[in-house]
């Protein structure tokens, strides 16, 4: 079985800083695409990025310039750096993992449990 767990979340102020990892676990053969969404208060969830294993990313546009995902495909980890935040980024942000292969299982959908990220202004 394949799991994503999310680290560094928390609460920051308003033009501050930020850094998710999630680290996928189990036996791992190969991940397609990893990425972030988030899901505010009373909203829908939204993709905020997501990159392939080749490097290609893509970004929702209200993050561009200020956010950057990046990935250790060795570890199957994906980075999520937040820069200049503002108080609209506060949701809870969850990893996600597209077309995870194992040595005996393939799961096109693997979602972690989120992490809260709260700005303050």
């Known amino acids: 079985q394949v799991q994503l767990v999310e680290s560094g979340g928390g609460l920051v102020q308003a033009g501050g800083s930020l850094r998710l990892s999630c680290a996928a676990s189990g036996t791992i053969f190969s991940i397609n695409a990893m990425g972030w969404y988030r899901q505010a208060p009373g909203k829908q969830r939204e993709l905020v990025a997501t990159i392939t294993s080749g490097g290609l990313t893509n970004y929702a546009d209200s993050v561009k310039g200020r956010f950057t995902i990046s990935r250790h495909n060795v570890k199957n980890t994906v980075y999520l750096q937040m820069n200049s935040l503002k108080p609209e980024d506060t949701a809870v942000y969850y990893c996600?993992?597209?077309?995870?292969?194992?040595?005996?299982?393939?799961?096109?959908?693997?979602w972690g449990q989120g992490t809260l990220v709260t700005v303050s202004s």
């Open positions: 996600y993992a597209h077309d995870v292969r194992t040595v005996v299982s393939r799961y096109l959908e693997v």
